[in-house]
């Protein structure tokens, strides 16, 4: 069997800087198009880093434009603020994390020879979702004491909330409210966005 065809294979060809740049702003906007029509349908999840996994396995650069290009069409599509709400952009590191997480896996299939299974992805996706979820923590918490804007997800405000009134400190409600959100969604994003690498590295022009 063809490993570079292999789904379970954590083997990809090399890319070029522009296949990657051009896939890592693609992916940029899909985040955007994906998470804001899954705001619309109510799903109380981020669903912001699917495209961005997609995009690591091509190559890191592609990961990271995908990452810092998906905030930056967010910020300017969705009509935030600048510069008052600009420092909200601190949450591009939640995705870099993603983007270090996949590289990573990638890397070490290649180098160990084996296989990537359900089991690794499913791994990676709960670590992932752990370190996040206190990226996203501290990050929120930095917010609220050096700026006036705070822009978060909807489920995780009222988890917060929730557990502050039960006399819970600050970052580690932030951090406990955001674990059970990113736990489905990093495990959907790590999932959705191999399979989706793999199936369009079939494809002639993922070829090159």
């Not at 510069?83 to 939640?94: D, G, K, L, R, T």
């Not at 959100?181 to 199936?199: C, H, P, R, T």
Request: with cysteine; net charge positive.
């Amino acid at each position: 069997m063809d490993k570079f065809n292999d789904l379970s294979s954590g083997v990809f060809a090399r890319r070029t800087m522009v296949f990657q740049l051009a896939v890592g702003i693609l992916a940029g906007f899909l985040n955007y198009i994906f998470s804001s029509s899954m705001l619309k349908l109510g799903v109380p999840l981020f669903m912001d880093t699917i495209f961005t996994a997609t995009a690591s396995c091509f190559g890191i650069v592609c990961g990271i434009v995908a990452a810092i290009s998906s905030h930056i069409v967010s910020f300017v599509i969705a009509g935030f603020s600048f510069p008052e709400e600009a420092s909200n952009m601190i949450f591009v590191f939640c995705s870099l994390t993603v983007v270090l997480g996949m590289r990573i896996l990638i890397h070490l299939s290649e180098k160990r020879e084996f296989p990537v299974s359900p089991l690794h992805l499913f791994a990676l996706g709960i670590m992932m979702a752990l370190v996040i979820s206190i990226e996203g923590a501290f990050f929120y918490v930095l917010l609220l004491k050096y700026s006036e804007y705070v822009i978060d997800n909807k489920a995780v405000s009222t988890l917060i909330y929730t557990l502050i009134t039960q006399k819970i400190s600050l970052i580690a409600s932030s951090t406990l409210a955001r674990i059970p959100v990113n736990m489905v969604d990093k495990l959907i994003a790590v999932f959705a966005g191999w399979y989706l690498a793999k199936l369009a590295n079939r494809f002639p022009l993922c070829k090159n």
